[in-house]
């Protein structure tokens, strides 16, 4: 087949490694793919590394950008068309917002395989612009957009049974034009023990000591991703956990307030930022900790609760969208969003007692090694694109 996958933008982040690893083995199993992407703008870093000698050839179209901006969007738009009307593919697969509607439209409607003439169009919802946390009436109009590109779309991809639910909630779509594909991580680097002369290297290169209980999140400094809520509670847990510390990986526009606020609190040697880092190093940050805490208030399903699971650590998240997929009393702790208590009370009761740190994580590492491995991933969706063009 020939596949047009479109993204965004290339930055660090799930829906850029889940869209960089389905391009790979899609190309490995001899089908003929090209990415389209916008530049990777922002403090998030860029994967545009990844895509070198990894078979499919990679497009940027400059106008393609995050933020809404009337001109940009058109002229981008008639780009993705013009681009998806040489290239003629036979299927056109969309991720993230932005992409998803201009693509999707572009789509809609050239010259391909499907009955009418046309491509299929698939999009996967890595996560949902529409949202509890921001106003009525732009979950309206996000909705409203939503629907109208379903209209446009042959089959949904959802990276957790949660996003399913809540796109049909919404009146996005049918039941029957949805799966769940996992978003896959390529698992060897996380699997593999790192040994403990890395591990001690790790630590001291943040200045963390051998013998510290050491609290890993790994995701944006951004708004809603929650580590306000995680500094909240180390306000207690500092005080009974003399070894605890609490290693924030990820850079963005909430470093220097949060840096700000641990200093105010007296906890500035407790708390270590150690910005963006290389995604061949994630592993390394993880197993080189000995707890895994995600707060975010809004994911798809966090990419972070598998990775630690596959190196056998004990997760803590936040109970939003589908972190309950993979997050149970037998892997970790699922809490209440926004509920300090119980976050202090959860990373306590793992602080104290390694012994259930090491059952909680060898469990964690068995429930998901086969659920998000990368294969799984792309039978699934290269099985979408068989059926729609039958």
């Given at each position: 087949m020939k596949i047009v996958q479109i993204i965004t933008r290339l930055i660090l982040g799930g829906a850029q490694e889940n869209t960089l690893i389905t391009c790979k083995l899609l190309a490995e199993r001899g089908h003929e793919v090209v990415l389209i992407t916008g530049p990777a703008l922002g403090p998030e870093g860029e994967l545009f590394n990844q895509t070198q000698g990894a078979?499919?050839?990679?497009?940027?179209?400059?106008?393609?950008?995050?933020?809404?901006?009337?001109?940009?969007?058109?002229?981008?738009?008639?780009?993705?068309?013009?681009?998806?009307?040489?290239?003629?593919?036979?299927?056109?697969?969309?991720?993230?917002?932005?992409?998803?509607?201009?693509?999707?439209?572009?789509?809609?409607?050239?010259?391909?395989?499907?009955?009418?003439?046309?491509?299929?169009?698939?999009?996967?919802?890595?996560?949902?612009?529409?949202?509890?946390?921001?106003?009525?009436?732009?979950?309206?109009?996000?909705?409203?957009?939503?629907?109208?590109?379903?209209?446009?779309?042959?089959?949904?991809?959802?990276?957790?049974?949660?996003?399913?639910?809540?796109?049909?909630?919404?009146?996005?779509?049918?039941?029957?034009?949805?799966?769940?594909?996992?978003?896959?991580?390529?698992?060897?680097?996380?699997?593999?023990?790192?040994?403990?002369?890395?591990?001690?290297?790790?630590?001291?290169?943040?200045?963390?000591?051998?013998?510290?209980?050491?609290?890993?999140?790994?995701?944006?400094?951004?708004?809603?991703?929650?580590?306000e809520y995680i500094i909240e509670s180390a306000k207690e847990l500092a005080g009974r956990f003399e070894k605890a510390v609490w290693l924030f990986v990820g850079d963005g526009i909430l470093t220097e307030q949060y840096k700000e606020r641990v200093r105010r609190m007296g906890l500035a040697e407790r708390f270590k930022f150690a910005g963006l880092l290389p995604p061949g190093e994630i592993p390394l940050a993880i197993q080189s900790s000995d707890i895994l805490v995600h707060c975010s208030l809004r994911e798809g399903l966090a990419r972070a609760l598998p990775q630690g699971m596959l190196c056998g650590r004990p997760v803590v998240s936040f109970d939003v969208d589908g972190a309950r997929e993979v997050v149970n009393e037998r892997t970790g702790r699922l809490i209440e969003p926004k509920n300090v208590e119980q976050l202090t009370r959860a990373c306590g009761e793992l602080m104290e007692d390694g012994a259930l740190r090491k059952r909680l994580g060898e469990r964690g590492r068995e429930s998901v090694r086969q659920k998000f491995a990368p294969g799984t991933m792309v039978d699934t969706i290269e099985a979408v694109y068989q059926r729609l063009l039958g």
């Open positions: 078979g499919y050839r990679v497009v940027v179209v400059d106008r393609l950008r995050r933020a809404i901006n009337p001109f940009n969007d058109i002229v981008s738009y008639f780009q993705v068309r013009r681009l998806l009307g040489r290239l003629r593919p036979d299927v056109v697969h969309t991720h993230s917002a932005k992409a998803g509607i201009l693509g999707r439209y572009a789509g809609w409607g050239l010259k391909g395989r499907l009955g009418g003439g046309r491509p299929a169009v698939v999009h996967t919802i890595h996560g949902l612009a529409f949202h509890p946390y921001q106003s009525g009436l732009l979950n309206r109009f996000y909705i409203g957009v939503e629907k109208a590109a379903a209209a446009r779309t042959d089959f949904f991809i959802s990276v957790a049974d949660a996003m399913t639910e809540q796109a049909l909630a919404a009146g996005i779509g049918r039941r029957e034009q949805y799966v769940t594909a996992y978003s896959a991580i390529e698992e060897d680097a996380f699997l593999e023990p790192i040994g403990e002369e890395r591990r001690r290297d790790f630590r001291g290169r943040y200045g963390i000591a051998d013998d510290s209980v050491v609290l890993v999140t790994i995701a944006r400094l951004f708004t809603l991703k929650g580590h």
